[in-house]
Protein backbone atom coordinates (compact mmCIF):
# COMPACT_ATOMS: atom_id res chain seq x y z
CA UNK A 1 0.00 0.00 0.00
CA UNK A 2 2.79 2.19 0.71
CA UNK A 3 3.57 2.35 -2.94
CA UNK A 4 0.57 3.29 -4.07
CA UNK A 5 1.10 6.86 -2.31
CA UNK A 6 4.10 7.50 -4.73
CA UNK A 7 2.92 9.99 -7.30
CA UNK A 8 5.64 8.65 -10.18
CA UNK A 9 3.43 5.34 -9.95
CA UNK A 10 0.60 7.42 -10.92
CA UNK A 11 2.39 9.21 -13.42
CA UNK A 12 3.69 6.39 -14.97
CA UNK A 13 0.27 4.68 -15.03
CA UNK A 14 -1.05 7.78 -16.85
CA UNK A 15 1.83 7.64 -19.27
CA UNK A 16 1.23 4.13 -19.80
CA UNK A 17 -2.72 5.04 -20.80
CA UNK A 18 -1.52 7.92 -23.18
CA UNK A 19 0.28 5.49 -25.32
CA UNK A 20 -1.90 3.00 -25.32
CA UNK A 21 -4.79 5.24 -26.30
CA UNK A 22 -2.72 6.70 -29.10
CA UNK A 23 -1.74 3.39 -30.31
CA UNK A 24 -5.81 2.55 -30.02
CA UNK A 25 -6.44 5.61 -32.09
CA UNK A 26 -4.25 4.33 -34.89
CA UNK A 27 -5.45 1.30 -35.19
CA UNK A 28 -9.19 1.82 -34.44
CA UNK A 29 -10.48 0.75 -37.55
CA UNK A 30 -9.75 -3.25 -36.81
CA UNK A 31 -13.19 -4.13 -34.92
CA UNK A 32 -14.90 -1.82 -37.67
CA UNK A 33 -17.10 -4.71 -38.78
CA UNK A 34 -18.63 -4.76 -35.18
CA UNK A 35 -22.37 -3.37 -35.04
CA UNK A 36 -24.84 -4.28 -32.29
CA UNK A 37 -28.13 -5.82 -32.43
CA UNK A 38 -29.70 -2.20 -32.85
CA UNK A 39 -27.57 -1.00 -35.98
CA UNK A 40 -25.34 0.73 -34.43
CA UNK A 41 -21.96 0.62 -35.95
CA UNK A 42 -18.43 0.76 -34.54
CA UNK A 43 -18.06 4.19 -35.69
CA UNK A 44 -20.71 5.38 -33.54
CA UNK A 45 -19.19 3.08 -30.52
CA UNK A 46 -15.82 5.17 -30.80
CA UNK A 47 -17.87 8.24 -29.50
CA UNK A 48 -18.66 6.61 -26.43
CA UNK A 49 -15.06 4.95 -26.05
CA UNK A 50 -13.50 8.47 -26.39
CA UNK A 51 -14.56 9.07 -22.53
CA UNK A 52 -11.50 6.75 -21.70
CA UNK A 53 -8.77 9.74 -22.52
CA UNK A 54 -10.08 11.16 -18.90
CA UNK A 55 -7.96 8.17 -17.30
CA UNK A 56 -4.90 10.24 -18.52
CA UNK A 57 -5.50 13.52 -16.65
CA UNK A 58 -7.17 11.91 -13.57
CA UNK A 59 -3.84 9.59 -13.36
CA UNK A 60 -1.82 12.54 -13.27
CA UNK A 61 -4.30 14.76 -10.87
CA UNK A 62 -4.57 11.89 -8.76
CA UNK A 63 -0.59 11.17 -8.38
CA UNK A 64 0.33 15.37 -7.97
CA UNK A 65 -2.82 14.95 -5.38
CA UNK A 66 -0.65 12.45 -3.47
CA UNK A 67 2.26 13.89 -3.92
CA UNK A 68 0.89 17.48 -2.13
CA UNK A 69 -0.53 15.17 1.11
CA UNK A 70 2.60 13.60 1.39
CA UNK A 71 4.28 17.36 1.32
CA UNK A 72 1.85 18.63 4.27
CA UNK A 73 2.66 15.24 6.10
CA UNK A 74 6.20 15.31 5.66
CA UNK A 75 8.11 13.13 2.97
CA UNK A 76 6.54 10.34 1.47
CA UNK A 77 8.00 6.51 1.81
CA UNK A 78 10.63 6.21 -0.78
CA UNK A 79 10.26 9.79 -1.83
CA UNK A 80 13.68 12.19 -1.32
CA UNK A 81 12.96 15.72 -2.00
CA UNK A 82 15.87 17.46 -2.89
CA UNK A 83 15.78 20.88 -0.78
CA UNK A 84 19.49 21.95 -1.65
CA UNK A 85 18.67 21.73 -5.47
CA UNK A 86 15.12 22.35 -5.86
CA UNK A 87 13.66 23.66 -2.52
CA UNK A 88 10.31 22.76 -1.09
CA UNK A 89 8.34 25.27 -2.98
CA UNK A 90 9.08 23.31 -6.46
CA UNK A 91 7.40 20.35 -6.08
CA UNK A 92 4.98 21.99 -4.46
CA UNK A 93 4.34 24.07 -7.64
CA UNK A 94 5.20 21.27 -10.30
CA UNK A 95 1.93 19.51 -8.24
CA UNK A 96 -0.65 22.35 -7.89
CA UNK A 97 0.17 22.79 -11.69
CA UNK A 98 0.24 19.18 -12.91
CA UNK A 99 -3.45 19.19 -10.70
CA UNK A 100 -4.74 22.19 -12.45
CA UNK A 101 -4.56 21.38 -15.61
CA UNK A 102 -5.51 17.62 -15.08
CA UNK A 103 -8.67 18.48 -13.75
CA UNK A 104 -9.19 20.88 -17.00
CA UNK A 105 -8.27 17.81 -18.82
CA UNK A 106 -10.67 15.39 -17.52
CA UNK A 107 -13.27 18.21 -17.60
CA UNK A 108 -12.76 18.36 -21.96
CA UNK A 109 -11.90 14.85 -22.20
CA UNK A 110 -15.93 14.41 -20.52
CA UNK A 111 -18.01 17.23 -21.44
CA UNK A 112 -16.11 19.12 -24.30
CA UNK A 113 -15.78 16.36 -26.53
CA UNK A 114 -16.36 19.00 -29.93
CA UNK A 115 -12.87 20.19 -28.34
CA UNK A 116 -10.09 17.02 -29.18
CA UNK A 117 -7.29 19.01 -30.31
CA UNK A 118 -7.28 21.69 -27.89
CA UNK A 119 -7.80 18.84 -25.16
CA UNK A 120 -5.27 16.87 -26.27
CA UNK A 121 -3.23 20.12 -25.55
CA UNK A 122 -4.13 20.89 -22.11
CA UNK A 123 -3.15 17.12 -21.49
CA UNK A 124 -0.07 17.10 -23.68
CA UNK A 125 0.56 20.60 -21.38
CA UNK A 126 1.09 18.74 -17.96
CA UNK A 127 3.72 16.31 -19.65
CA UNK A 128 6.63 18.04 -18.90
CA UNK A 129 5.88 19.12 -15.52
CA UNK A 130 5.10 15.58 -14.17
CA UNK A 131 8.35 14.82 -15.76
CA UNK A 132 9.95 17.12 -13.97
CA UNK A 133 8.06 16.31 -11.06
CA UNK A 134 9.42 13.12 -11.49
CA UNK A 135 12.73 13.81 -11.85
CA UNK A 136 13.28 16.57 -8.52
CA UNK A 137 11.08 14.20 -6.39
CA UNK A 138 11.58 10.73 -7.73
CA UNK A 139 14.09 8.00 -7.48
CA UNK A 140 16.59 9.50 -10.81
CA UNK A 141 17.22 6.44 -12.26
CA UNK A 142 14.08 4.55 -12.82
CA UNK A 143 12.43 8.08 -13.28
CA UNK A 144 14.68 8.69 -16.02
CA UNK A 145 14.09 5.16 -17.72
CA UNK A 146 10.65 5.79 -17.49
CA UNK A 147 10.58 8.92 -19.27
CA UNK A 148 12.96 7.85 -21.99
CA UNK A 149 10.98 4.67 -22.71
CA UNK A 150 7.96 6.76 -22.54
CA UNK A 151 9.78 9.30 -24.86
CA UNK A 152 10.89 6.32 -27.59
CA UNK A 153 6.95 5.37 -27.88
CA UNK A 154 5.66 8.78 -28.03
CA UNK A 155 8.56 9.13 -31.06
CA UNK A 156 7.10 5.89 -32.79
CA UNK A 157 3.54 6.78 -32.88
CA UNK A 158 3.99 10.51 -32.93
CA UNK A 159 6.82 11.84 -34.92
CA UNK A 160 5.92 12.78 -38.79
CA UNK A 161 8.06 10.90 -41.36
CA UNK A 162 7.68 12.98 -44.63
CA UNK A 163 5.19 10.51 -46.03
CA UNK A 164 1.66 10.26 -45.88
CA UNK A 165 -0.45 6.92 -45.25
CA UNK A 166 -3.57 6.03 -46.12
CA UNK A 167 -5.37 2.72 -44.70
CA UNK A 168 -8.68 1.12 -44.34
CA UNK A 169 -11.42 2.79 -42.34
CA UNK A 170 -14.78 1.67 -41.23
CA UNK A 171 -18.55 1.70 -42.59
CA UNK A 172 -20.77 4.42 -41.77
CA UNK A 173 -24.80 3.95 -41.86
CA UNK A 174 -26.10 6.44 -43.69
CA UNK A 175 -29.50 6.03 -42.48
CA UNK A 176 -28.40 6.96 -39.37
CA UNK A 177 -26.01 9.39 -39.70
CA UNK A 178 -28.49 11.44 -41.44
CA UNK A 179 -32.39 12.03 -40.92
CA UNK A 180 -34.34 14.10 -43.53
CA UNK A 181 -37.61 15.50 -42.37
CA UNK A 182 -40.35 13.50 -43.20
CA UNK A 183 -38.52 10.39 -44.10
CA UNK A 184 -38.88 7.01 -42.73
CA UNK A 185 -36.66 4.51 -41.96
CA UNK A 186 -34.76 2.98 -44.85
CA UNK A 187 -32.82 0.11 -45.53
CA UNK A 188 -29.14 -0.37 -44.57
CA UNK A 189 -27.05 2.29 -47.14
CA UNK A 190 -23.25 2.81 -45.98
CA UNK A 191 -20.71 4.99 -46.73
CA UNK A 192 -16.97 4.00 -46.33
CA UNK A 193 -14.20 5.97 -44.93
CA UNK A 194 -10.51 5.58 -45.10
CA UNK A 195 -7.94 7.52 -42.88
CA UNK A 196 -5.19 9.53 -44.61
CA UNK A 197 -2.53 11.15 -42.49
CA UNK A 198 0.92 11.73 -42.01
CA UNK A 199 3.07 8.57 -41.53
CA UNK A 200 4.51 8.22 -38.22
CA UNK A 201 7.39 5.31 -37.56
CA UNK A 202 5.02 2.99 -36.12
CA UNK A 203 3.29 2.96 -39.56
CA UNK A 204 5.53 1.02 -41.01
CA UNK A 205 5.43 -2.12 -38.10
CA UNK A 206 1.77 -2.01 -38.83
CA UNK A 207 2.45 -2.47 -42.38
CA UNK A 208 3.85 -5.32 -42.36
CA UNK A 209 1.22 -6.77 -40.11
CA UNK A 210 -2.02 -5.95 -41.43
CA UNK A 211 -2.98 -5.42 -44.99
CA UNK A 212 -3.99 -2.02 -47.00
CA UNK A 213 -1.54 -0.07 -45.78
CA UNK A 214 -0.35 2.73 -48.75
CA UNK A 215 2.55 5.39 -48.40
CA UNK A 216 3.60 8.15 -50.30
CA UNK A 217 5.93 10.95 -50.14
CA UNK A 218 4.37 13.79 -48.21
CA UNK A 219 4.33 17.15 -50.52
CA UNK A 220 6.45 19.59 -50.34
CA UNK A 221 3.47 22.59 -50.62
CA UNK A 222 1.13 20.61 -48.40
CA UNK A 223 -1.07 23.11 -46.12
CA UNK A 224 -0.54 22.70 -42.72
CA UNK A 225 -2.53 19.71 -41.10
CA UNK A 226 -4.81 23.20 -39.42
CA UNK A 227 -5.69 24.18 -42.64
CA UNK A 228 -6.37 20.24 -44.25
CA UNK A 229 -8.95 20.17 -41.03
CA UNK A 230 -10.51 23.07 -42.05
CA UNK A 231 -10.40 22.13 -45.82
CA UNK A 232 -12.21 18.43 -45.45
CA UNK A 233 -15.02 19.52 -42.73
CA UNK A 234 -16.03 22.37 -45.43
CA UNK A 235 -16.11 19.54 -47.95
CA UNK A 236 -18.52 17.49 -45.88
CA UNK A 237 -20.46 20.39 -45.29
CA UNK A 238 -20.92 20.93 -49.04
CA UNK A 239 -21.35 17.52 -49.92
CA UNK A 240 -24.11 17.39 -47.56
CA UNK A 241 -25.82 19.71 -48.92
CA UNK A 242 -25.57 18.62 -52.44
CA UNK A 243 -26.34 15.32 -51.68
CA UNK A 244 -29.97 16.84 -50.15
CA UNK A 245 -30.88 18.77 -53.14
CA UNK A 246 -30.33 16.26 -55.16
CA UNK A 247 -31.99 13.92 -52.78
CA UNK A 248 -35.02 15.67 -52.39
CA UNK A 249 -34.92 16.16 -56.54
CA UNK A 250 -35.01 12.81 -57.04
CA UNK A 251 -37.94 11.93 -54.55
CA UNK A 252 -40.11 14.96 -56.16
CA UNK A 253 -39.95 17.28 -53.25
CA UNK A 254 -37.53 20.01 -54.81
CA UNK A 255 -36.13 21.27 -57.63
CA UNK A 256 -32.53 20.40 -57.35
CA UNK A 257 -29.31 22.64 -58.32
CA UNK A 258 -29.21 25.38 -60.49
CA UNK A 259 -26.24 26.85 -61.69
CA UNK A 260 -26.58 31.16 -61.18
CA UNK A 261 -23.06 32.40 -62.40
CA UNK A 262 -19.61 32.77 -61.28
CA UNK A 263 -18.06 32.87 -57.80
CA UNK A 264 -15.15 34.75 -57.65
CA UNK A 265 -12.50 32.84 -55.38
CA UNK A 266 -9.40 35.03 -56.05
CA UNK A 267 -7.73 37.67 -57.60
CA UNK A 268 -4.00 37.33 -58.70
CA UNK A 269 -2.10 40.77 -57.98
CA UNK A 270 -1.35 42.88 -61.10
CA UNK A 271 -3.61 41.33 -63.05
CA UNK A 272 -6.31 43.47 -65.02
CA UNK A 273 -8.90 42.15 -62.05
CA UNK A 274 -6.46 43.44 -59.28
CA UNK A 275 -8.54 45.91 -57.30
CA UNK A 276 -11.53 45.70 -59.63
CA UNK A 277 -12.62 42.67 -58.81
CA UNK A 278 -12.82 41.15 -55.16
CA UNK A 279 -13.55 37.98 -53.98
CA UNK A 280 -17.23 36.76 -53.16
CA UNK A 281 -18.15 38.51 -56.45
CA UNK A 282 -20.69 36.51 -58.63
CA UNK A 283 -19.93 36.96 -62.05
CA UNK A 284 -23.43 37.62 -64.08
CA UNK A 285 -22.69 38.69 -67.82
CA UNK A 286 -19.93 39.68 -69.65
CA UNK A 287 -20.59 41.78 -72.53
CA UNK A 288 -24.35 41.63 -71.88
CA UNK A 289 -23.89 37.98 -72.13
CA UNK A 290 -25.41 35.77 -69.50
CA UNK A 291 -22.40 33.17 -67.64
CA UNK A 292 -24.30 30.82 -65.24
CA UNK A 293 -21.34 28.36 -65.05
CA UNK A 294 -17.57 27.83 -65.23
CA UNK A 295 -17.96 26.65 -68.56
CA UNK A 296 -19.60 29.29 -69.57
CA UNK A 297 -17.68 31.84 -68.69
CA UNK A 298 -14.58 29.78 -70.86
CA UNK A 299 -16.67 29.00 -73.48
CA UNK A 300 -17.18 33.15 -74.20
CA UNK A 301 -13.63 34.03 -73.02
CA UNK A 302 -12.00 31.64 -75.80
CA UNK A 303 -14.89 32.32 -78.47
CA UNK A 304 -15.65 36.25 -78.12
CA UNK A 305 -12.43 38.13 -76.49
CA UNK A 306 -8.99 38.74 -77.33
CA UNK A 307 -5.86 39.61 -75.32
CA UNK A 308 -5.73 43.20 -74.94
CA UNK A 309 -9.83 43.55 -75.31
CA UNK A 310 -12.00 45.72 -73.28
CA UNK A 311 -14.84 43.98 -71.21
CA UNK A 312 -18.19 44.89 -69.59
CA UNK A 313 -18.14 43.18 -66.56
CA UNK A 314 -21.78 42.16 -64.65
CA UNK A 315 -21.19 41.10 -60.73
CA UNK A 316 -23.41 40.88 -58.03
CA UNK A 317 -21.22 42.97 -55.09
CA UNK A 318 -23.51 42.26 -51.22
CA UNK A 319 -26.51 41.35 -53.10
CA UNK A 320 -26.44 44.26 -55.67
CA UNK A 321 -25.46 44.71 -59.39
CA UNK A 322 -21.91 46.34 -60.30
CA UNK A 323 -20.60 47.31 -63.53
CA UNK A 324 -16.62 46.73 -63.83
CA UNK A 325 -14.66 47.29 -67.09
CA UNK A 326 -11.35 44.60 -67.71
CA UNK A 327 -9.00 44.43 -70.32
CA UNK A 328 -8.47 40.87 -70.52
CA UNK A 329 -4.88 40.28 -70.38
CA UNK A 330 -2.78 37.09 -72.22
CA UNK A 331 -2.11 34.05 -69.93
CA UNK A 332 1.18 33.19 -68.86
CA UNK A 333 1.17 29.52 -70.37
CA UNK A 334 -0.15 30.43 -74.10
CA UNK A 335 -0.13 34.05 -75.29
CA UNK A 336 -4.09 33.80 -77.10
CA UNK A 337 -5.77 33.03 -74.02
CA UNK A 338 -7.52 35.98 -72.40
CA UNK A 339 -7.55 36.17 -68.95
CA UNK A 340 -8.96 38.54 -66.31
CA UNK A 341 -6.53 36.70 -63.43
CA UNK A 342 -8.90 35.26 -61.04
CA UNK A 343 -9.86 31.92 -59.69
CA UNK A 344 -13.75 31.18 -60.18
CA UNK A 345 -16.23 27.77 -59.14
CA UNK A 346 -19.91 27.52 -60.47
CA UNK A 347 -21.89 29.37 -57.92
CA UNK A 348 -24.90 26.72 -57.07
CA UNK A 349 -28.22 27.66 -56.22
CA UNK A 350 -29.73 24.21 -53.92
CA UNK A 351 -33.50 23.71 -52.76
CA UNK A 352 -33.41 21.78 -49.79
CA UNK A 353 -37.07 22.34 -48.83
CA UNK A 354 -36.75 20.15 -45.79
CA UNK A 355 -34.86 19.93 -43.35
CA UNK A 356 -31.67 17.08 -42.68
CA UNK A 357 -30.13 16.99 -38.79
CA UNK A 358 -26.73 15.06 -39.67
CA UNK A 359 -25.28 13.18 -36.53
CA UNK A 360 -21.54 14.22 -35.35
CA UNK A 361 -19.11 11.36 -35.23
CA UNK A 362 -15.55 11.50 -34.48
CA UNK A 363 -13.88 9.75 -36.35
CA UNK A 364 -15.89 10.89 -39.52
CA UNK A 365 -13.89 14.30 -39.71
CA UNK A 366 -14.82 15.55 -43.27
CA UNK A 367 -14.73 14.79 -46.79
CA UNK A 368 -17.15 14.74 -49.98
CA UNK A 369 -16.61 10.49 -50.57
CA UNK A 370 -19.67 9.95 -48.85
CA UNK A 371 -22.18 11.92 -50.99
CA UNK A 372 -23.15 9.45 -53.09
CA UNK A 373 -24.30 7.26 -50.72
CA UNK A 374 -25.44 9.96 -48.63
CA UNK A 375 -27.89 10.94 -51.46
CA UNK A 376 -29.38 7.08 -52.14
CA UNK A 377 -30.03 6.88 -48.74
CA UNK A 378 -31.97 10.40 -48.32
CA UNK A 379 -33.81 8.92 -51.14
CA UNK A 380 -34.59 6.07 -49.34
CA UNK A 381 -36.22 7.93 -46.83
CA UNK A 382 -38.31 9.97 -48.79
CA UNK A 383 -39.92 6.81 -51.15
CA UNK A 384 -42.28 5.02 -49.86
CA UNK A 385 -41.03 1.38 -49.41
CA UNK A 386 -37.72 2.86 -50.10
CA UNK A 387 -34.99 1.66 -52.95
CA UNK A 388 -33.03 -0.69 -51.49
CA UNK A 389 -35.47 -3.53 -51.99
CA UNK A 390 -33.71 -5.52 -48.87
CA UNK A 391 -29.68 -4.95 -49.95
CA UNK A 392 -27.60 -3.98 -47.61
CA UNK A 393 -25.60 -1.32 -49.68
CA UNK A 394 -21.96 0.24 -49.62
CA UNK A 395 -20.74 2.50 -51.59
CA UNK A 396 -18.26 5.84 -52.31
CA UNK A 397 -18.10 8.39 -54.88
CA UNK A 398 -18.80 11.61 -54.48
CA UNK A 399 -22.14 13.63 -56.00
CA UNK A 400 -22.26 15.96 -57.94
CA UNK A 401 -25.28 18.65 -59.01
CA UNK A 402 -26.35 17.15 -62.02
CA UNK A 403 -26.01 13.74 -60.25
CA UNK A 404 -23.23 12.36 -61.44
CA UNK A 405 -20.57 10.30 -58.91
CA UNK A 406 -17.12 11.60 -58.95
CA UNK A 407 -13.64 10.49 -58.12
CA UNK A 408 -12.42 9.40 -54.68
CA UNK A 409 -9.21 8.70 -53.23
CA UNK A 410 -8.15 5.40 -50.88
CA UNK A 411 -10.77 3.10 -53.41
CA UNK A 412 -8.53 0.25 -52.92
CA UNK A 413 -8.83 0.46 -48.20
CA UNK A 414 -12.06 1.40 -49.13
CA UNK A 415 -13.19 -1.41 -50.86
CA UNK A 416 -11.11 -4.14 -48.63
CA UNK A 417 -12.99 -2.08 -45.45
CA UNK A 418 -16.10 -3.04 -46.86
CA UNK A 419 -15.37 -6.64 -47.91
CA UNK A 420 -14.73 -7.09 -44.10
CA UNK A 421 -18.90 -6.50 -43.71
CA UNK A 422 -21.88 -8.40 -44.73
CA UNK A 423 -22.71 -5.89 -47.87
CA UNK A 424 -24.66 -7.03 -50.76
CA UNK A 425 -22.92 -4.62 -53.49
CA UNK A 426 -20.56 -2.05 -53.40
CA UNK A 427 -20.44 1.08 -55.39
CA UNK A 428 -18.17 2.50 -56.80
CA UNK A 429 -16.84 5.04 -59.38
CA UNK A 430 -16.89 3.66 -62.70
CA UNK A 431 -12.97 4.44 -63.52
CA UNK A 432 -12.24 3.34 -60.27
CA UNK A 433 -13.42 -0.48 -60.90
CA UNK A 434 -10.31 -2.43 -61.57
CA UNK A 435 -8.93 -0.99 -58.33
CA UNK A 436 -11.51 -1.77 -56.46
CA UNK A 437 -11.67 -4.91 -57.76
CA UNK A 438 -8.14 -5.81 -56.82
CA UNK A 439 -8.04 -4.82 -53.61
CA UNK A 440 -11.59 -7.05 -52.99
CA UNK A 441 -11.63 -9.59 -55.92
CA UNK A 442 -14.63 -11.61 -53.89
CA UNK A 443 -16.73 -8.19 -53.37
CA UNK A 444 -19.46 -7.61 -55.46
CA UNK A 445 -18.39 -4.31 -57.41
CA UNK A 446 -20.53 -2.60 -59.55
CA UNK A 447 -19.47 0.60 -61.54
CA UNK A 448 -21.45 3.48 -61.15
CA UNK A 449 -21.68 6.92 -63.06
CA UNK A 450 -24.65 8.80 -61.80
CA UNK A 451 -26.92 8.10 -58.70
CA UNK A 452 -29.34 7.07 -61.29
CA UNK A 453 -26.90 4.29 -62.37
CA UNK A 454 -27.27 3.08 -58.71
CA UNK A 455 -30.96 3.54 -58.58
CA UNK A 456 -31.66 1.29 -61.53
CA UNK A 457 -29.03 -1.28 -60.29
CA UNK A 458 -31.24 -1.81 -56.99
CA UNK A 459 -34.57 -1.80 -58.59
CA UNK A 460 -33.36 -4.71 -61.08
CA UNK A 461 -31.80 -6.82 -58.11
CA UNK A 462 -34.57 -6.86 -55.33
CA UNK A 463 -34.45 -9.72 -52.95
Known sequence: ?????????????????????????????????????????????????????????????????????????????????????AGQALPLLLRCAITLLGFAGTYMALFATDELVLTIGVIAAAMPLLALDMLVCGKRKRSLAVLLGSAALYAALLCPTGYLVTYPGMTLDMNRYARVEGGVGGGTVNGVLVFDRPAVPADWLYARLLPQYAFVKRPEDEPPLTETYTQVVMMKTDANAVAAAVAMEKAGVGSGIASIGVRVVAVVKGMPADGRLQAGDIIEQLDGYSVKSTEELADYMTGSVKPGQIVDVTVRRAGSPVQVTLEAAAADDQSGRPVFGVSVQTELRLDIPRDVDYKRYMAHIGGPSHGAMLTLALVDQLTPGGV????????????????????????????????????????????????ARSAAPDLNIVPAKTIDDVLAWLAQHRK
Not at 38 to 60: F, K, N, T
Open 388 to 435: TFGNEVAGTGTIEADGSIGLIGGIKQKAYAVSRTGADVFFVPAALEAD
Open 1 to 85: MRNLQKPALYYGIGLAASIALLAAAELIWLPAPLRTGSGMQWIEMIDRLYYAVALVPLCWTAGAIVGIAGQRRGRLPGERVRIVR
